[in-house]
């Protein structure tokens, strides 16, 4: 089993509003939120973190949330500067931030970039006025058109925008407005992906009328790929579509299950050791994480996975990439043999939902593709 490369994940919970839809670790951040506080716990997080790293270089760091862009330039330039001082950080490392539209909700761009983010995920989700009411986001349209430009001239040549799709009321022709919209704001990246109700959400409880039914939202999906492929925005995961060079490197170490250590409230690390490779998680309430970190508790204890979690959870990732994964990099990351693979797929394979080519490449049929979710819940209870 071989290290595979490492990223950094750095959680920032606060968002102005919770969104009905949202499920994600974020926090109503009311009036003043203790910003320089959860920053100081970062600091002392990140600390103790790099003896996990023990020297490995950081190829990547995604400052996510919540809405990252609360925090300041000069606040988000201290925490890269920390970073930088207790990391070994590759000098070419990819550094995103994840940023919302709204006036309130983000800073001077140009700071940013000075601080040293060089990629901006920009969450439009939507350049229909009327849907973004309905999807509780506080910004508009013409938010998004000025966050975006302003990050243009703020020096940001790799820009995402998140999109989302299959929205109440959403006909073919809207979705595919959308996408025109967010293209002719040129960013590298855009990261189109449909809406779902999820649990312990409010839409989930309450779901909003009119949802596309499944033929509808299928034909969207189609249709909207066939646009994007043809304006140079080429699809490499389920969700996302870039231009050439501009494929989000900390998303694809996650799908080929590379390895990340995370700090922050509610923050997932990965790592590949001597004696396994261990997943741990930190306390989800960013106040209770301010405690722990400020009392020195425990943040969390690593778990090792089991054979049959190291094929689910691989296969969770690695099947939402059109590109398939070699049975090399499975053999690799996993420590598995590609005997234990064949045996944790013979169901998948008897069913048509995905196939090993000649070049020992094994990728989702069309058939798997259009139902994936049927195809990764067939290594729920593989133990291989």
């Known amino acids: 089993m071989k290290q595979p490369p490492l990223s950094l994940y750095v959680h920032l919970p606060w968002c102005v509003r919770k969104c009905p839809y949202c499920d994600f670790n974020s926090h109503q951040a009311g009036d003043a939120p203790?910003?320089?506080?959860?920053?100081?716990?970062?600091?002392?997080?990140?600390?103790?973190e790099s003896a996990r790293a023990d020297g490995r270089v950081i190829e990547t760091?995604?400052?996510?949330?919540?809405?990252?862009?609360?925090f300041s330039p000069a606040e988000i330039g201290r925490l890269l500067g920390g970073i930088t001082t207790i990391f070994q950080v590759a000098d070419d490392a990819e550094i995103t931030m994840e940023a919302n539209p709204g006036s309130v909700e983000c800073g001077d761009a140009a700071g940013y970039r000075k601080a040293g983010v060089n990629r901006l995920s920009i969450g439009a989700q939507s350049f229909d006025d009327r849907q973004l009411q309905v999807l509780g986001r506080i910004h508009d349209s013409a938010d998004i058109v000025r966050a975006v430009s302003d990050a243009h001239k703020g020096g940001f040549e790799n820009i995402n925008i998140?999109?989302?799709?299959?929205?109440?009321?959403?006909?073919?022709?809207d979705a595919l407005a959308d996408l025109e919209s967010a293209m002719r704001l040129a960013p590298a990246h855009i990261s189109w992906y449909e809406l779902t109700l999820e649990p312990n959400t409010v839409f989930y409880a309450r779901p909003p009328a009119n949802m596309p039914d499944d033929e509808l939202a299928f034909e969207i999906q189609v249709r909207g790929r066939s646009l994007l492929g043809s304006r140079g925005y080429a699809q490499y995961e389920v969700s996302a579509f870039a231009r050439s060079g501009s494929r989000c490197r900390h998303n694809l170490n996650y799908w080929l299950f590379g390895d990340y250590v995370a700090v922050g409230a509610g923050a997932h690390g990965k790592l590949t050791v001597?004696?396994?490779i261990l997943r741990y998680q930190k306390p989800?309430?960013?106040l209770q994480y301010m405690i722990d970190v400020e009392t020195g508790a425990d943040l969390g204890r690593a778990v090792a996975l089991s054979a049959s979690d190291l094929v689910f959870e691989f296969m969770l990732n690695a099947l939402r990439l059109n590109d398939g994964f070699a049975e090399s990099t499975f053999c690799d990351t996993t420590g598995l043999t590609a005997a234990a693979l064949f045996a944790a797929t013979s169901g998948a394979r008897e069913r048509g939902l995905i196939a090993r080519a000649d070049d020992a490449v094994w990728r989702p049929t069309d058939l798997g593709g259009r139902f994936l979710n049927d195809l990764q819940?067939?290594?729920?209870?593989?133990?291989?």
């Open 162 to 173: 998140d999109l989302m799709h299959g929205l109440p009321g959403q006909s073919v022709a």
């Open 274 to 276: 001597a004696e396994g």
């Open 284 to 286: 989800a309430n960013p």
């Open 377 to 384: 819940s067939e290594f729920l209870l593989d133990s291989a």
């Open 61 to 70: 760091i995604f400052l996510g949330g919540g809405t990252p862009s609360l």
């Open 34 to 48: 203790a910003k320089k506080r959860y920053l100081d716990a970062l600091l002392v997080d990140l600390d103790l």
